[in-house]
Every structure is written in C-alpha cells, then in structure tokens.
C-alpha cells in the first residue's frame, strides 16, 4: 500500500498566520491527492481534491499544490475556525490511504 | 440535500459479528459508488472499503479483507458493511461516505457509527 507522510505532525499558529503543511507518498501518485479538515466529533471535511482544485464552497485562502510525491496545503491568513486537524489522502488507487495528521493549534 | 445516516454500532465480544446501515437519501443512490471509512480514537482516518455504483465491484482494506464485505440495495438507498471475525483492533467510529461532487473523493459522510469490539 501507497504510505503517506505527513509534516508536521503538530503545529502552533497565530490568527492571521501563513502557515504551510506538507505531505509526501511513497511513490508516485501524479495528481491524485486530497486534503481533508476535522474538527473533534466531527467527520472530515474535504478542502482541496486533485491536489490543487478547491472544493466548492471553501474559503479561497486554502490551497493546495504539488504532484508526483510531494503535496502542500497552505491557508494564507489563519482564520480562529480554522484550528483544527489536517489529513492527506491519496485516491490513486485502492487502498487509500490517510497521512497521520497535523494538529493545527492555537499559539 | 444529502443525507447519510449510519445505524447498527454496539459493543460486541471479539469474534463476533455486527452488520452496519447506511441509510442514503437527497441523491440517486444507484448511480453512485460507496465507501466505508472509520477512524479509532485519536487516531488518523482508515479507508475501510468500496462498492461501484452497480455493486459489480469491491475493494478491501487489507486489515479487514476475509472479514468484511461491503454490500448496497439500490431498491431500498441503503448501504451495508457486513463485519464478521471482529477484533479489539476494529473499535473505531465507522462512517459511510460517497463522491457527490465532480471531486471524486469523499465529500458527503454520515454522522457515524460507534463500534466497540470488547470482553
């Protein structure tokens, strides 16, 4: 199965901060990339499908970048309804799989 | 709108069995494909498995093939994860998804269903 890392696994921010996640396959999975937001009690939300497309209705400062092996998601003014916990996926092709998260935390 | 409600979680003794619903409604289930996605406490999500839109084809987690077996009644809107030989590992809230829109990914997921594998 395709592994996906993710980094960093935990990180604090400001409201109004730039902040940057990454993710990497262990092969290559073209464009067939996901970024997904949670929030405790919650199912995931999708933000950005085929690494870099936003998904309607999410707010334009989420987006996303990368191909291959190596993806972004980067939220250009954080917002305080934005803390919360990030997961990668990759769809290209069964199993998918989920990185390991990053816990996105108040400073 | 679309609406997915998950029913059947409990506790259940390890080696037991538990059928999990997916009632779907706001959308046309037949033409759709479905998947199970669960997540154990603190932990990431795990994709569980997947049905074609006909029930024609199905893919398995590797955790859970030989095990469970995903089905769905196009006559009735409603979607199934048949979960047989369970183990203490297989505690975890249990969701039904579906790609809605052009995404192709997960976008629509129910509420969740609690499983509780455990002596």
């Known amino acids: 199965a395709i592994q996906m890392t993710q980094s960093p696994s935990s990180l604090s921010a400001s409201v109004g901060d730039r902040v940057t996640i990454t993710c990497r396959a262990s092969q290559d999975i073209r464009n067939d990339l996901g970024w997904y937001q949670q929030k405790p009690g919650k199912a995931p939300k999708l933000l950005i499908y085929a690494a870099s497309r936003l998904q309607s209705g999410v707010p334009s400062r989420f987006s996303g970048s990368g191909s291959a092996t190596d993806f972004t998601l980067t939220i250009s003014s954080l917002q305080p309804e934005d803390f919360a916990t990030y997961y990668c996926l990759h769809d290209y092709t069964y199993p998918y799989t989920f990185g390991q998260g990053t816990k996105l935390e108040i400073k | 709108q679309v609406q997915l409600v998950e029913s059947g979680g409990g506790v259940v003794q390890p080696g037991g069995p538990l059928r999990l619903s997916c009632a779907a409604s706001g959308f046309n289930f037949r033409d759709y494909g479905m998947h199970w996605v669960r997540q154990a406490p603190d932990k990431r999500p795990e994709w569980v498995a997947f049905i074609r839109f006909d029930g024609t084809n199905k893919y398995y987690a590797d955790s859970v093939k030989g095990r469970f077996s995903i089905s769905k009644d196009n006559s009735k809107n409603i979607l199934y994860l048949q979960m047989d030989s369970l183990r203490t590992e297989d505690t975890a809230v249990y969701y039904c998804?579906?790609?809605?829109?052009?995404?192709?990914?997960?976008?629509?997921w129910g509420q969740g269903t609690l499983v509780t594998v455990s002596s």
């Open positions: 998804a579906t790609p809605i829109s052009v995404s192709g990914l997960f976008d629509s």
